[in-house]
């Protein structure tokens, strides 16, 4: 009984391989006449008409529904997979296909259907077998188009049709858990990595808020697809820089056409609450095959500028980063043209309200210099013999710049220093003027026997090129000496010159004007370097004011754990410039203080030595 039993597993077993490639020819005949145009699949070729008679027989035995129906089910199933992969399969993404799939289901498929099942005693039922078709369908296109949908972030809006194809199959079937994981893995690939530009990175985020968003307004699927992306952007310095200066952009972007209809703030601490009561009408429940871990959570639909900026989650960070882009820009402007910065402000301040009141005064400070310096120039006994423009700052309101004891060139800094300030003196009877004469920049034409270069670069630098003004050598010694750098410092800026073919290094600490100069049309433009103090050191100069704090609590309590000084300073420091306090920082400050001998580190505690 056993044998007869494994044997007639084996026959079913073949039969059924053979039935699935039976029907397999079967289908591909009937296709082919179905798509002749010149031919109807009523008119059977010869191929097809011994098919029809097989498939009459297999009715007629009653073997249809025990072995045929698995055999053809599993058969279109693998037809339509490949219809749709080898016709749609990276294809454009400006049409949908939904269209062509289903018109060809309809053409092919189901007529077949109809075709094979048409001797048996009892009809089938074609609508179960249409919602079975028609399913896997919607399944096929949703896992091309979700295998193209990084291609498909990149070209929207233009491939909205696309996007409108996934909404569709996803209130189809259940593919939400797929689109996750693949954009993830692609973005992995893609982007979360150190050869991928930031500007790009967040180009592609911004597309993957609009077309996820589209996709499902809940925010749900965002928030769990850019998870990696949003914490990997926060990790990256450059990140806060790259969205304001897109922000700040003379070209319209993305993100200024976003900044431009921006009506609320950027900032909403409210934004998850269960309680959000706007647009209530078109609410609608996540997908059923969402992860478990985002349906207890919803999210109002917010646009692209606040999505990004909630990366950082507090407006500190970006509206001191602001101040130092737009101080670098104001400290480089030489004609008090601050007309694009005025219009991305007055934009900004739509989200970031009361935030940007020092950044306001900032502007005001150029347009009141611009007064203050024609004043000046009207007021001077003595004509400047250079063509001048002043920043005047109120040092309260800017971010802290560096100030480097340097001295720039003799006749420039005697007018700046006498006559100029003079007039300012008695223009502003309570004010002084502190210079900061590292800072600025000059602009230079260097004559060569008939041949002009231009430059721009800092008030050092052209110091240091008109130390040949009148020898053709000086040595870096007596240049150093000139500028008060030191001479490493001094020979690093003359790297600038000899880059550039205007000096050259014939001995040691030797420099020379170059005989024969290369003339260009262009400006060459000096990279330099930051007029703001870097975050690190003004962080690093906060603590050392609370070391006589530190040291009062190490005395109260005769030991101290650095998260408690983390806790305690995190308080004080709450609206610092430098941004949030991390223990990271807070450790480190410690162990300086360990090594100056001021602190010992046992058992996780800080003490006092004795």
């Known amino acids: ?32 006449l179905a798509q002749d145009i010149d031919c109807s699949p009523t008119e059977h070729s010869e191929e097809l008409k011994n098919f029809d008679i097989i498939n009459r027989y297999l009715c007629c035995l009653y073997l249809f529904e025990e072995f045929v129906y698995d055999a053809v089910l599993h058969v279109l199933n693998s037809q339509i997979r490949l219809f749709i992969t080898d016709n749609f399969s990276g294809c454009s993404h400006d049409t949908s296909i939904i269209g062509p799939v289903m018109s060809w289901l309809n053409s092919s498929v189901i007529t077949f259907i109809q075709f094979i099942t048409q001797h048996q005693l009892v009809p089938p039922n074609m609508e179960i077998w249409k919602k079975r078709l028609k399913f896997f369908c919607y399944k096929t296109i949703a896992t091309v188009r979700i295998n193209d949908l990084f291609e498909i972030m990149v070209d929207y809006p233009e491939s909205h049709a696309a996007v409108l194809d996934i909404k569709k199959c996803i209130g189809h079937v259940q593919c939400s858990n797929y689109l996750i994981k693949t954009v993830q893995d692609t973005f992995k690939e893609r982007l979360l990595h150190p050869g991928a530009n930031t500007e790009d990175i967040i180009t592609q985020y911004s597309s993957a808020i609009k077309v996820l968003r589209f996709l499902d307004p809940s925010g749900a699927m965002l928030e769990k697809v850019c998870a990696p992306l949003r914490t990997y952007l926060k990790k990256r310095e450059d990140t806060i820089r790259c969205i304001l200066n897109s922000l700040m952009s003379e070209e319209e972007n993305e993100l200024t056409r976003e900044l431009s209809a921006t009506t609320g703030t950027l900032f909403n601490s409210n934004e998850d609450s269960d309680l959000e009561t706007d647009d209530w009408e078109k609410w609608k429940p996540q997908s059923k095959d969402m992860p478990t871990d985002l349906k207890s959570k919803t999210s109002k639909s917010a646009d692209i500028i606040s999505t990004l900026c909630s990366i950082y989650g507090s407006a500190d960070v970006f509206v001191n980063e602001y101040r130092s882009l737009i101080a670098e820009k104001l400290l480089t402007t030489s004609n008090y043209d601050i007309s694009l910065e005025m219009r991305s402000m007055e ?21 009141d210099s611009k007064r203050t310096h024609t004043n000046i120039m009207n007021k001077v006994k003595q004509e400047c013999p250079f063509e001048i423009s002043t920043l005047i700052i109120s040092h309260v309101f800017w971010p802290n710049l560096r100030n480097e004891e340097v001295t720039v060139y003799k006749p420039l800094q005697d007018y700046l220093t006498g006559e100029y300030q003079a007039a300012f ?31 721009t670069v800092s008030p050092v630098q052209a110091t240091i090129i008109l130390c040949f003004e009148k020898s053709e050598k000086c040595h870096a010694d007596t240049i150093s000496n000139t500028v008060g750098l030191s001479l490493s410092q001094t020979r690093k800026k003359l790297a600038f010159w000899v880059t550039n073919g205007v000096l050259k290094e014939t001995s040691k600490d030797m420099f020379e004007l170059e005989k024969e100069v290369k003339e260009s049309q262009q400006v060459v433009v ?22 006589n704090f530190v040291m009062g609590l190490i005395n109260q309590s005769g030991q101290i754990t650095v998260e408690r000084v983390h806790k305690l300073l995190s308080l004080l420091l709450s609206d610092s410039v430098a941004g949030q306090l991390t223990q990271e920082q807070v450790k480190t400050f410690l162990d300086k203080k360990v090594k100056q001998k001021l602190l010992t580190f046992t058992g996780g505690v800080y003490k006092k030595p004795r």
């Open 1 to 32: 009984s056993s044998g007869i039993t494994a044997e007639y597993g084996e026959v079913s077993k073949l039969f059924s391989t053979c039935c699935t490639n039976f029907y397999k020819r079967g289908f591909d005949c009937f296709d082919n």
């Open 347 to 367: 934009l900004l301040k739509v989200g970031f309200g009361e935030d940007l009141s020092q950044c306001h005064i900032m502007l005001q400070d150029v347009v």
């Open 425 to 455: 003196s008695e223009l502003k009877r309570s004010r002084t003027l502190e210079w900061k004469l590292n800072l600025g920049f000059v602009e230079l034409d260097l004559e060569f026997e008939g041949r002009t270069l231009s430059f």
């Open 526 to 547: 000096e990279e330099m370097d930051s007029a703001m103090v870097k975050i690190e050191q003004v962080r690093e100069e906060e603590l050392e004011g609370f070391t």
